[in-house]
């Protein structure tokens, strides 16, 4: 699945050759070349990923991803540290602001691939291609079917996305406004109790096989989907 990724470097070349190799594999890019740029992107709305160089002019790329991480909004959001070769060293403190990764330059489009849909698919699996199943209920975000005990299920694009959001993160509550976030996106103004009108949809298309079972109420709190 695409994803919005802000790319935060600062040598006009390699933001070029990464960003180039990012819409490729059919992502959005937004490019920053100062980790001050790269926080007014962030705070227009939030990406799915962060790749961020290590060295930058002003704010570094360590004091950004603290910043990232200490920030109520923004502490879920993905971060792949880039670094030279030189600055190997530094990695393990990299790591310790709270890096999800880094990757060496200079580095492959393979390698740069597989990293991301690696810290996808851990920190956001709602992001990736994976086949997700539970319960005899399928989705394939590939092709955009979801089958319920072999038979198709038709969704409507936010009750797909709702639906993924859930298999991918099974047995945890999410509240409302989590899910707004998740599924709908940040900054995007809906009213709450339209998570109320997209769960039954969703639940009375997952009836004709029981599936809705699946969508549980959590009162006071939220929606999870459990299997239990
Ligand atoms: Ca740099």
């Given at each position: ?131 997700v199943e539970v319960k005899g209920l399928s989705l ?6 979801v089958n319920g005990n072999g038979q198709?299920i038709?969704l409507?694009?936010?009750e797909?996305?709702l639906l993924h959001f859930f298999m991918?993160h099974p047995e945890r509550v999410h509240?409302?406004?989590?899910l ?15 998570v109320d009108?997209h769960i039954r949809r969703l639940r009375s298309a997952l009836e004709a096989t029981r599936h809705d079972a699946l969508i549980q109420t959590v009162r006071?709190t939220g929606y999870r989907l459990s299997a239990l």
């Amino acid at each position: 699945m695409p994803a919005n990724i802000l790319l935060v470097e600062d040598e006009p070349a390699i933001q070029e050759l990464i960003a180039f190799n990012l819409q490729q594999a059919g992502h959005h890019v937004l490019r920053a070349d100062s980790a001050e740029a790269g926080m007014s992107v962030v705070r227009n709305a939030l990406p799915d990923l962060i790749l961020l160089d290590w060295m930058l002019p002003g704010m570094s790329g360590i004091e950004f991803a603290k910043k990232i991480r200490s920030d109520e909004r923004t502490r879920q959001v993905p971060v792949i540290m880039l670094t030279a070769r030189s600055e190997e060293t530094d990695k393990i403190n990299g790591l310790e602001t709270g890096a999800d990764d880094y990757i060496t330059k200079p580095f492959s489009p393979r390698e740069l691939q597989a990293r991301i849909k690696a810290v996808l698919r851990r920190r956001a699996p709602q992001m990736t291609d994976d086949l997700v199943e539970v319960k005899g209920l399928s989705l394939d975000p590939a092709t955009h079917r979801v089958n319920g005990n072999g038979q198709p299920i038709d969704l409507g694009p936010t009750e797909f996305r709702l639906l993924h959001f859930f298999m991918t993160h099974p047995e945890r509550v999410h509240s409302r406004a989590q899910l707004l976030d998740h599924v709908w996106g940040d900054h995007v103004f809906v009213e709450e109790r339209t998570v109320d009108v997209h769960i039954r949809r969703l639940r009375s298309a997952l009836e004709a096989t029981r599936h809705d079972a699946l969508i549980q109420t959590v009162r006071g709190t939220g929606y999870r989907l459990s299997a239990l």
